[in-house]
């Protein structure tokens, strides 16, 4: 027979999410201290071990990790972007990733100086350089579960031809994806300030609405158009208004002529 | 006050103030020091000509010139037309503090105002480059959104520089009640005299049917406070 109470397998702190190790210090867990080399080690501790990425941001490493979280950012975004892109094909192939590469990036530099605002506003000790760390974290973890939808994108992509449904599933992954990217900004904010304040959660709505604007700004991101941008300047709503517009009217058209 | 408070080196004081932090705080206002003044002015005009530059740029670029001019104007024509007065009334209101000092609370004040309002410029840059292009016909909906972000940001920042003033009051003055006091008379002189210069320095976002230009043919003609009452008036009638 089985011993009567066996012990149940150690689990290493740190290694799975944000949850009740996330008050202890940074780096009072040997593991998070192993210091992060390249963008291998840094997509493993992102996804696996945030706090040691969280540790290093801190460290004089610092630029290393945030240069390391770039990369990841942008070689994920690259590949969800080309995803985006097989839905329409041709031009479309090099410009959606360049589009969510640049989309993705600009409205994280526009949103910096008012993240660090809100942060010193709430408190926070963090500098300049580690709140932009954090958001580094959060377009790499954003981007790297972006990559896990991809597949799922793809199958819907080659068949569907509504480009309304294509956008509302890339943007519900966009989101899902978001909100995992926050929980680290969030984790990250209560390390350098103890809470995650009124203000940084109104930096959410904000970094939401902008990067929401910024795919209107960038379009056609799926669907294809005889120019790279836009001529036409649109609010976000409004170009979701008018393409779902369209977008039934072509459909009662179809159903016409399918009806003759 | 405490004699032992730390000077803070004026740009690495920026991140203390936001934070409110009272030990920099404190020590912002005890020691006057020249590259400290200069820091703070600069702080000003940077922040608030950055903002200015984005709200102005949706009429025209040369609005957005004329906006990067003014709005450092108001701000620092507030405080430097407000300063005998805001130095008369600390002792006054039971603050012993000089005539330096009281125009150095308020115009860290304005550091925080304008910091704010300069990490916002990129915010409302981005909102202009997207909003559909001026027209004298049918751009109403497009200023009325933009003068409604501006309103948020500007009283946002307000806002959040006036709490670090009324934080510092408290601790200087280690009274509440001339903390209060002293706070909504300096709110007061400043609106009144702020409201006004932005009065005679319209136009800001530029009305779609009037043309770009510094200051209005009527700049000097009324005021801020008359042309409230007149418009409250009609909308009575």
Redo the contacts between chains.
Sequence with gaps: MNEPNPQPPVIPPGTLNLGDSAYAPLGSNPNEQIPITGILTAFEAILRQPRRVLFHLTQANAKNVIGALLMIFVIASVIYGFVAGTFSGHDQLWAAPAKVVLGLFISA???L??L??FA??N???A?LYEVAGLVAGLLALTTILLIGFAPVAWIFSQSTDSVVAMGVLHLSFWFIATCFGLRFLDSGFRHFSGSFGVGIKIWTV?FLL?VL?MT??LRPIIGRAPTFLPT????FLSHWSDTVSDSNKAAGKKSDQDYR | MNPSTATPTATHALPDILRGDTKHLQGWIQNWQTRQFAFAILTIVIGSSLYGAAVGLWRAPAQACYVALKMPLILLGTAFGNAMLNGMMAPLLGLQINFRQSLLAILMSFVIAATILGAFSPLMFFLVWNAPAFSVNGSGSVHASILLLDVFVIAFAGIAANARLLKLLRELSGSRAIAMKLFFAWIAVNLLLGSQLSWILRPFIGSPGLPVEFLRADAFHGNFYEAVFNAFKNFLR
Excluded at chain 1, 232 to 235: A, D, G, T, V
Aim: charged share 20%; glycine share 4%; with cysteine.
């Design positions: 530099a526009i949103c100086p008012s660090y605002i010193c506003l408190g926070s000790q500098r904000i902008v604007q209107t700004a036409e300047k649109k609010f």
